[in-house]
């Protein structure tokens, strides 16, 4: 299968820069965040050599204040065709690109000077034909406003059409071991076959992001959704030296998925997002090799409630009533 593996920051944005400079005809990138000021000035050289550069970015938010606002200036300024993205969809989640119609790379990294250099992350690149026909398909129904159906059969895995299936699909096909990274464990479906997966003696590793690091707004179901697998009996860490952002799935050291799908249902059913199934030997030996090295060099993430009120508590999290612990009544009792 014709896949390769980026795993960030140990390959540098090296390893996305240099395919753009060798771009010849045409670059199509779709990216939530664009911040980054070398990627700015490799897409602008591309178009500055005459290839056909579009851009999709997430929008403004509701407010009006836009993270890519600068690079939407910039790009706009230098000839680029830049676009907001589908209005389909809240939010375009999705990162990635395709060069010259011949490879397309599959992110979970943002486009932003830290993803490559502080945080966890991962790319798959195709050369597969019918992957790239696929991915260049979507980015013209994107851009235009119109409907996309996904191609049956494919490698490729969207949001919101099909992702939750296949993740689900993916686990329930799991029989001895299955690796996780992702920051967000929150939809009720995979928090169920993860359970499933566990019980029916699946060894069930998950790396997840501290407890108060997550999303308010969904911080309930995250901690929940966590600690529910957790007693079951799947372990739970967290990264020390890297932030995690990437989110990757590693089935049976044989199969594996990439992308930018978070495990909630925002993603799934909201935002448009991307990511790819493979069983490239090669793609899945490194992912595995990085899964035990990140491993090493995590903790427990602690899931007590005496130690869920004290990491949320300890970072000023309001509104912790929510989660019923059994320890907070008496918390409650001593501060009234």
Not at 27 to 41: A, E, K, P, Q
Not at 66 to 71: H, I, K, L, M
Not at 115 to 126: C, I, M
């Amino acid at each position: 299968m014709s896949h390769r593996l980026i795993i960030l920051p140990d390959d540098t944005c090296d390893a996305i820069i240099d395919p753009i400079n060798r771009a010849r005809h045409t670059l199509n990138v779709r990216m939530f965040l664009f911040t980054d000021r070398s990627l700015l000035n490799a897409v602008i050289s591309a178009r500055r050599r005459g290839v056909h550069v579009r851009v999709m970015l997430n929008p403004a938010r509701r407010d009006g204040t836009s993270d890519n606002q600068v690079a939407r200036e910039t790009l706009l300024a230098a000839g680029v065709s830049v676009r907001d993205s589908s209005s389909a969809f809240a939010v375009t989640h999705q990162k990635s690109m395709v060069i010259d119609d011949e490879v397309g790379f599959i992110e979970s990294l943002n486009w932003e000077t830290r993803d490559f250099t502080q945080t966890r992350d991962y790319a798959v690149e195709t050369t597969n034909k019918s992957e790239i026909a696929e991915m260049v398909r979507c980015f013209d129904s994107d851009w235009h406003e119109q409907p996309f159906l996904p191609a049956r059969g494919s490698n490729l895995i969207w949001c919101p059409n099909n992702g939750r299936q296949r993740i689900a699909d993916f686990i329930d096909g799991a029989k001895q071991t299955l690796w996780l990274q992702n920051e967000r464990f929150q939809d009720i479906v995979i928090i169920e076959r993860l359970v499933r997966a566990a019980k029916r003696g699946v060894r069930v590793r998950i790396m997840s992001r501290a407890l108060h690091k997550l999303k308010r707004k969904k911080l309930f179901e995250g901690v929940s959704g966590l600690r529910i697998v957790h007693d079951v009996g799947a372990k739970v860490r967290m990264l020390k030296d890297l932030k995690l952002h990437g989110k990757i799935m590693i089935a049976d050291s044989q199969r594996a998925i990439v992308g930018s799908i978070n495990l909630s249902p925002g993603s799934f059913d909201d935002r448009r997002e991307l990511a790819i199934e493979t069983c490239s030997e090669q793609v899945v030996k490194r992912l595995v090799q990085t899964a035990e090295h990140d491993w090493k060099r995590s903790r427990k993430l602690p899931l007590s409630d005496a130690a869920v009120l004290a990491d949320l508590e300890g970072h000023g999290v309001k509104d912790i009533g929510r989660l019923a612990l059994a320890c907070q009544k008496g918390a409650d009792e001593q501060h009234a």
